[in-house]
């Protein structure tokens, strides 16, 4: 569970002068516990970015890695010819199918993170007021899912939305409806399947921050002449800002890069730029371009929201 | 105010049946006679014997969780050596691009992950002939890598949670450094990283993007193959696949809020 | 109220007031009735068919340890919590039914609960927000009400950048400037350091005096109710077992828990022997002596009380006084120096330990007395109470 209200925890970590310190002179031994950890993320985090950069520059190839060496040796003439290619950023700009896709992804995420945030309050809201035992059932209700498989969860809402599913039958079977409504394969679905994924992301973060307020202050509200619904405007929804921002950011971020939702709940005009990259590798194997769509994507969306939270992380602690 | 607690109890009732209400008619179906989702075909376990001679599935959960195992332990390792480091080794040089590296790849989409592992482990093929094709090795480098950063934020957290006076204690009393870390951090620290152990072992398991990047042919795991079966319709295999792993996850969370109350009630009791 | 007091204080109560209290006007018009109410949640009854009158400028405070329903009590008058049954009027309006906000009535919090996201100025105007006040007025009364409470040149600081003193009284300007009839203060001074918790004490009457709010005030700190109160209630299990002035509710308790609960007491238990028509003999064995009370309840012959005498009204002295009556002997078990006065522990013959407490008049008084020395403790007659209950 820490790991869902993982935004707060990592801005947490202050680093104080400890009682380690002295390790210092036992110099090898704290250079080791250092290096491992920082090398194995250095091999197998950070090199990997450059890798993708430098792979974006090259040409699709039909070899073995299908891609051209930007480094070319010509012995005989004793050359060395360096070639980038940036023809796979301008072609980003050019195929409005990736500015689509880019903007599209932006959008649904967008859509289900508000739909989260709307779902996951009242739920959050209940957990922070419940007394103790109830509130660790409620929280570990919350939470339970989340440790079953994520793939399967996805695959339980197919079985939802189908066009002969449940949500049909039942609809049909009820007479509110007489012709099956088309819901899966579409962006509603995906909606649906963000939400769902993501609802302990948001619902932890709230959790938290709306447990953190003294309901005194609301019983304050309502003494100085508010009615419930203007004190939960006016001071519980302020309250909870932190948390509102640390939920959608949580919410916001994977979703943009989803994959296995669109592909399973999404329509083939559901355009998403994690699907796009993929389809990119695996169907087309134009290893260079799917490079070139994941350096924009890093560039444009991830990177603008790690600088923003840690902007944030550092105000906090001020 | 009556009226607002009936408005906010429906609301929350209505999102813990948003939650629940699909793994339950998925637990229903996985008992379901009929291959049709809407047709009752009356109770019968006959998915579940389908499901245990499905030799696939099978094979590919046995790679799955050897596969988590061994992720999550060595990224127990590695993470709590960097969650200890960024908690208690105070400043040192190249300590921000250190947490920078730790907390990005829990917000990293996993198909930039999975692609720059996928070009790292090609493009070091060709210059050092290692890794030679790419296979339950890659996955499980891949997979620890991820998982490591979840463990060190949750024992930076536990240690920064933590009284730093019980090691001044225990310096006090002449433990050195390293018998410091074994018989007083690393046993203060243990909830912390039997939780990420769970949670690595959890993540790995469900892993499907990062995986298909990074394994080779004939390398299958389970995610994966339940990926390319439910991408053809529905299946009632993989019902029942589900059911039984939904059972073994919430016996091991009650079991584990059972073990944690006990301790609780344990630790209210002297006095 | 530890040091010794003159001596005839039945008397300069009643002469010192030039115009009679309205409690003791009789068919005075409470401000505030509370008719036989009770509050019960589930088995737990934390108020218990309590019934009093408040009248109008009084400063009233209601004492109580903790689970002793004054909490509960002061939650029913704001209307966080209704009553079981019973009826609570204010200026003769039945409150049943009438929800917080729109009570003449405003609360000041124990944890003074000022909104963190709201600067001091905000803070304070929120009340007059809600009610439509047009906005130069509020900034108008909130510049006045800060100004009153001398935090004129913070108002735009926020609560978590104030001292624990500011935001007491940030929160006394939100609750007045509302100018409701009735002020509810839950523990008003308890986060305060004793210093402050003193300066701030007068600081609250001359308010109250001020604005002519009607004031009640819920604590557990008998001299903060003792300091603040124009009448205390002792509350005790859900019911108010004694409602007085504080100088009546210390000299005169009616029972042994009023007595115990404010200020120290020696408790001797003894038998009536004679109902004289100026005193009662008592005999005590556990002061192993008879006792003389010349005033207080009217008893029974043979019947089992309680002569509670306080520890500052005894006279310690190593040789016999003249004094005859309640004089008992004993041995200094323990002394504390305690600065402005001492404070004896004495062991009688019996076993039974006697408190005297005795002020420090000149600087080698606390050398005058040593451990083991034989002393003699007398009282006078009208300086102990007997207590039936």
């Known amino acids: ?318 | 105010m009556k009226r607002r607690s009936i408005f906010l109890n429906v609301s929350a009732g209505f999102g813990f049946l948003f939650l629940y209400a699909p793994i339950i008619a998925l637990i229903i179906y996985s008992f379901n006679k009929s291959k049709l989702v809407t047709v009752w075909g009356g109770w019968s376990l006959k998915w579940y014997a389908e499901l245990m001679q499905n030799e696939q599935i099978i094979n590919a959960a046995l790679l799955s969780l050897k596969i988590a195992f061994i992720s999550a332990s060595l990224a127990v390792v590695l993470g709590t050596m960097a969650g200890f480091v960024l908690s208690r080794f105070g400043p040192f040089r190249g300590k921000m691009i250190l947490s920078g590296w730790i907390t990005a790849p829990l917000v990293m989409p996993e198909v930039i992950t999975g692609l720059s592992l996928l070009l790292l482990f090609v493009a070091m093929e060709g210059m050092f002939g290692w890794p030679s094709g790419r296979g339950t090795g890659t996955i499980i480098i891949a997979h620890t890598t991820f998982c490591m950063a979840y463990v060190a934020v949750i024992v930076q957290a536990r240690l920064s949670s933590m009284d730093e006076t019980l090691e001044e204690a225990a310096m006090d009393l002449g433990a050195k450094p390293s018998s410091l870390f074994f018989l007083v951090t690393l046993p203060l620290i243990a909830p912390a990283i039997i939780s990420g152990w769970l949670l690595s072992f959890t993540l790995s398991l469900d892993d499907l993007v990062i995986a298909s990047f990074v394994s080779g042919p004939g390398n299958s795991t389970l995610p994966m193959v339940i990926f390319s079966k439910v991408r053809l319709g529905v299946t009632p295999e993989v019902n029942a696949l589900a059911t039984l792993m939904i059972a073994v996850v919430a016996i091991g969370v009650i079991a584990a809020m059972f073990q944690m109350r006990r301790q609780a009630r344990l630790l209210a009791k002297p006095e | 109220m530890t040091s010794s007091q003159p001596i005839d204080l039945q008397n300069s109560t009643i002469a010192s007031a030039s115009q009679q209290p309205l409690w003791k006007q009789e068919g005075a018009e409470p401000f505030l009735r509370i008719e036989n109410v009770t509050k019960k949640f589930d088995d737990f009854t934390a108020v218990d068919n309590i019934s009093l009158d408040i009248y109008k400028n009084e400063l009233f405070c209601l004492l109580g340890g903790s689970g002793s329903g004054k909490s509960t009590l002061l939650r029913m008058l704001a209307g966080f919590e209704s009553p079981t049954s019973g009826r609570i009027l204010i200026d003769g309006i039945d409150m049943a039914g009438i929800q917080p906000w729109n009570r003449p009535v405003n609360m000041m919090f124990q944890s003074y609960a000022l909104f963190p996201h709201l600067s001091v100025a905000d803070n304070v105007a929120f009340g007059l927000k809600r009610e439509g006040v047009s906005r130069s007025e509020v900034k108008q009364r909130v510049a006045q009400m800060l100004d009153m409470v001398q935090l004129g040149h913070l108002g735009k600081r926020k609560p978590h950048q104030l001292s624990g003193g500011q935001r007491q009284r940030v929160a006394l300007a939100r609750a007045l400037i509302k100018r409701p009839k009735l002020l509810l203060l839950d523990e008003p001074l308890g986060a305060l350091d004793k210093k402050l918790r003193e300066e701030t004490q007068f600081e609250l009457i001359n308010i109250q005096e001020e604005l002519g709010v009607t004031f009640v005030v819920v604590t557990h700190d008998q001299e903060e109710a003792m300091t603040l109160a124009t009448r205390i209630g002792v509350m005790n299990h859900g019911v108010i077992v004694q409602t007085d002035e504080p100088h009546d509710v210390y000299e005169y308790p009616n029972s042994r828990f009023v007595a115990e609960f404010i200020g120290s007491v020696n408790l001797f238990e003894g038998k009536v022997i004679e109902d004289e028509p100026d005193r009662v003999r008592i005999e005590s064995p556990e002061a192993g002596a008879t006792l003389y009370v010349n005033h207080g309840i009217s008893c029974a012959p043979e019947q089992i009380v309680h002569v509670a005498v306080r520890p500052e009204k005894i006279k310690i002295s190593h040789n016999r006084p003249q004094q005859q009556d309640n004089c008992i002997q004993g041995e200094i078990e323990d002394i504390a120096y305690m600065g402005s006065l001492s404070v004896f522990r004495v062991r009688l013959p019996n076993g039974k330990e006697v408190r005297v407490t005795q002020p420090n008049f000149t600087r080698s008084m606390g050398d005058r007395f040593t451990w083991n020395d034989k002393v003699f403790l007398c009282w006078d007659e009208e300086s102990s109470v007997v207590l039936t209950a």
Request: glycine share 6%; hydrophobic share 55%.
């Open chain 1, 1 to 318: 569970m820490s790991i869902l209200s993982r935004a707060a925890l990592i801005h947490d970590a202050s680093s104080r002068m400890t009682k380690y310190d002295f390790i210092r002179r036992v110099n090898w031994g704290k250079t080791a516990v250092v290096a491992v950890p920082a090398l194995w993320l250095a091999v197998f985090f950070f090199i990997p970015f450059l890798v993708v950069f430098k792979i974006s520059l090259s040409e699709a190839a039909i070899a073995v890695p299908p891609y051209s060496a930007l480094l070319e040796w010509d012995l005989e003439e004793a050359y060395l010819t360096l070639k980038l290619n940036i023809g796979n950023y301008l072609y980003l700009l050019e195929d409005a199918f990736y500015l689509d896709a880019y903007l599209s992804s932006i959008r649904i995420a967008a859509v289900s993170t508000f739909y989260t945030l709307i779902l996951a309050f009242p739920i959050a809201y209940m957990i922070a007021r419940a007394e103790g035992g109830k509130r660790a059932l409620l929280l570990a209700l919350v939470i339970l899912p989340f440790w079953t498989s994520f793939l399967l969860r996805v695959y339980a809402w197919m079985g939802f939305l189908k066009k002969n599913g449940i949500v049909n039958e039942f609809l049909m079977a009820t007479g509110i409806i007489d012709q099956p409504l088309v819901m899966l394969q579409t962006d509603f679905a995906v909606y649906i399947g963000i939400v769902y994924t993501y609802l302990p992301f948001m619902v932890l973060p709230l959790y938290s921050a709306l447990e953190k307020m003294d309901m005194t202050l609301l019983e304050a509200a309502e003494d100085l002449g508010c009615r419930p619904i203007q004190s939960f405007f006016l001071i519980t929804l302020p309250l909870a800002v932190p948390g509102i921002i640390a939920g959608c950011l949580l919410v916001f971020i994977p979703a943009v890069g989803e994959f296995v939702i669109p592909a399973l709940l999404g329509g083939s005009d559901t355009l998403m730029i994690g699907r796009v990259l993929w389809d990119e590798f695996f169907l087309n194997r134009d290893w260079p371009m799917a490079s070139a769509v994941a350096i924009v994507m890093l560039i444009v969306l991830v990177l603008p929201i790690m600088l923003i939270r840690n902007g944030q992380g550092k105000e906090e602690t001020v």
